[in-house]
């Protein structure tokens, strides 16, 4: 099994903490959790291969470090470029595969192998969808066979993805486990996951957005 992890380039991640954090600040925040979920898969030795989707410039060396593949993000969209990348993946043969967002601050190796586990469990053709905790995204999404259905992320993606998982004939199965599907979206994602201390940063309730001056 292979894992695939969208990256948007740090500079435009986290737009929805724009009224919390400065630009500097949400940059700092999307490479600390963007490395931390890289450097938990690095500790999976069943994974065959991770694939970093990402143009963001920042990553290489970490990716190199790991023995990580790159793959650029062309700039159509978090949906074409995971299709992209699992059509390189699919034409090498590759018959499985694990979409892991990089945005879940509690993310570690543990958590991933149990819902390996659970995904495990399903047959032949199985997709198996980890939700965040408001149940309607896609924080991690496992799938065999990999290319039997395209990306449909953005709000409300677990629905879809289910649905394209049925019509592909695939069972499918849809949990939340808190590890992944703890997402940091929101202020109040944020707080929770750090209260008032940003990683690599001073107390981000230092910065006023110009909307909350
Ligand atoms: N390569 C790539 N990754 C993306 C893109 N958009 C989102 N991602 C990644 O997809 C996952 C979920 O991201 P989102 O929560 O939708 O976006 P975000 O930048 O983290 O937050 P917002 O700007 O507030 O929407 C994270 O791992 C992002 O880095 C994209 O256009 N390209
Ligand atoms: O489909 C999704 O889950 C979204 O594209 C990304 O999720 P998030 O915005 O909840 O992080």
């Known amino acids: 099994m292979w894992a695939i992890v969208p990256i948007k380039r740090f500079a435009e991640a986290k737009q929805r903490l724009a009224p919390l ?5 949400r940059a700092g925040l999307a490479r600390h959790m963007a490395e931390g979920v890289l450097t938990e898969l690095g500790r999976l030795h069943w994974l065959d291969g991770v694939l ?3 143009a963001e410039a920042g990553l290489s060396n970490l990716v190199r470090r790991l023995c990580f593949e790159p793959f650029d993000d062309a700039g159509a969209g978090l949906n074409a470029a995971l299709d992209a990348a699992g059509a390189r993946l699919a034409g090498r ?4 595969t694990v979409i892991v967002h990089a ?7 543990g958590a991933l192998e149990h ?4 995904h495990r469990r399903g047959g032949a053709r199985r997709m198996t969808i980890v939700t965040d905790l408001r ?3 896609t924080n991690v999404r496992f799938c065999r066979p990999a290319a039997a259905v395209s990306a449909h992320y953005g709000e409300g993606s677990a629905a879809r993805h289910r649905a394209a998982a049925q019509a592909a004939g695939l069972a499918v199965e849809t949990v939340t486990l808190r590890e992944l599907s703890f997402d940091c979206d929101t202020p109040d994602d944020l707080r929770m996951a750090y209260g008032n ?11 006023r957005a110009p909307s909350a001056a």
């Open 135 to 137: 149940g309607g995204g």
């Open 103 to 109: 945005d879940l601050p509690l993310f570690h190796a």
């Open 52 to 54: 970093v989707v990402s």
């Open 21 to 25: 954090l400065s630009p500097a600040q």
């Open 93 to 96: 043969g590759i018959d499985e």
């Open 197 to 207: 201390r940003l990683p690599g940063s001073a107390a981000f309730g230092a910065h």
């Open 115 to 118: 819902a390996a586990a659970l």
